[in-house]
């Protein structure tokens, strides 16, 4: 399982259907979900809602969960710069960041699942 740092903290994110938690590290703001348990469309869904966080070269998206979500990627990732890299279990942990002048315009309103 992935371990949050120990000043993570829950928080509440609207539209969100699992937990999610900020913490902060070296003065970027990290929000944290996991959804490695989760069927489609909730991945979609609570990434959707977790980007709108996401407003700033501060702030950083990290989800977790049990492969790449290539509807996901395929709808939002010209707009956000994404990192991701294979767990030691096989799950995937995806960092998505602000991209000046692309982030804004992602449509983070539409979280159908078609991938």
Do not use: W
């Amino acid at each position: 399982m992935e371990i949050l740092p120990p000043d993570a903290e829950k928080i509440e994110v609207p539209g969100a259907t699992v937990d999610f938690y900020k913490y902060t590290k070296d003065g970027i703001t990290y929000y944290q979900f996991d959804t490695s348990r989760c069927g489609p469309p909730e991945p979609m869904v609570n990434a959707m809602s977790g980007l709108k966080l996401i407003d700033g070269p501060d702030k950083k998206l990290v989800m977790i969960n049990h492969k790449k979500p290539m509807g996901l990627l395929d709808k939002i990732g010209q707009n956000f710069d994404i990192q991701d890299e294979t767990l030691e279990d096989g799950r995937v942990k995806l960092i998505f960041s602000y991209r000046e002048g692309a982030s804004e315009n992602a449509n983070l309103n539409d979280a159908a699942c078609h991938g």
